[in-house]
């Protein structure tokens, strides 16, 4: 099984600034990697996926990269609305796996 | 516009059974791949199962493997997850969650529903 590991667990920033979350697998993925949001009390949302293509319904503040092991979120300017938990999941292999999840919280 | 709503949660004891369904609209679900997620109470995500396009390959985590059977029934558009021997770490909201990829299984889910809750306790 591929582990994915999370980096930070929590990250304060304030509202403007960027935001950078990491996320580590065990084993080369390649590009199968996606990022997903959850807010409190919804389902997660489909961010990025092939490690660096954002879904039509995110802005273009919300950016993804890395290959491999070693994957990046960026958030280029945060707004309210980004504060929320956000999940790496591998699909390069089954059984697919979720990193732990980074909380972004507000500064 | 697609939707997918989950079914059959509720309250077991250990080592009983549950079967959540997930009736879909909007699509047809033969066409995609379809998958279970699970969250505990906050937790994280962990994927359960999954079924290929057209049933070919069917998935499990190694958590529910023995336990959990994934199947569909393409007649009602529905998926289901039949779930045996529950344990105390079961206990989660369980999604249904669709495949991006038209034909094939891309692995990476771009509609969920809300979820069904299964508690196992005693």
């Known amino acids: 099984e591929i582990v994915m590991t999370q980096s930070p667990a929590t990250l304060s920033v304030s509202p403007g600034e960027r935001a950078t979350l990491s996320c580590r697998a065990s084993?080369?993925?390649?590009?199968?990697l996606a990022w997903y949001q959850q807010k409190p009390g919804q389902a997660p949302r489909l961010l990025i996926y092939?490690?660096?293509t954002r879904a039509t319904y995110f802005p273009a503040r919300f950016s993804g990269s890395g290959s491999g092991t070693e994957f990046t979120l960026t958030i280029s300017s945060l707004q309210s609305e980004d504060f929320a938990v956000y999940y790496c999941?591998?699909?390069?292999?089954?059984?697919?796996?979720f990193g732990q999840g980074t909380k972004l919280e507000i500064k | 516009e697609v939707q997918l709503v989950e079914s059959g949660g509720g309250l077991v004891q250990p080592g009983g059974s549950l079967r959540l369904s997930c009736e879909a609209s909007?699509?047809?679900?033969?066409?995609?791949?379809m998958h279970w997620v699970r969250q505990p109470p906050g937790k994280g995500l962990e994927w359960v199962s999954g079924?290929?396009?057209?049933?070919?390959?069917?998935g499990y985590a190694d958590s529910v493997k023995g336990r959990f059977t994934i199947s569909r029934d393409n007649a009602k558009n529905s998926l289901y997850l039949q779930m045996n021997s529950l344990r105390a770490e079961d206990t989660a909201l369980y999604y249904c969650?669709?495949?991006?990829?038209?034909?094939?299984?891309?692995?990476?889910?771009?509609?969920w529903g809300q979820g069904t809750l299964v508690t196992v306790s005693s």
């Open positions: 909007g699509f047809t679900i033969d066409d995609y791949a």
């Open positions: 999941q591998q699909y390069n292999d089954w059984p697919y796996t």
């Open positions: 084993q080369s993925v390649g590009s199968n």
């Open positions: 092939g490690a660096s």
């Open positions: 079924v290929t396009w057209k049933s070919g390959t069917l």
């Open positions: 969650a669709k495949d991006i990829g038209y034909g094939g299984d891309l692995g990476h889910f771009d509609y």
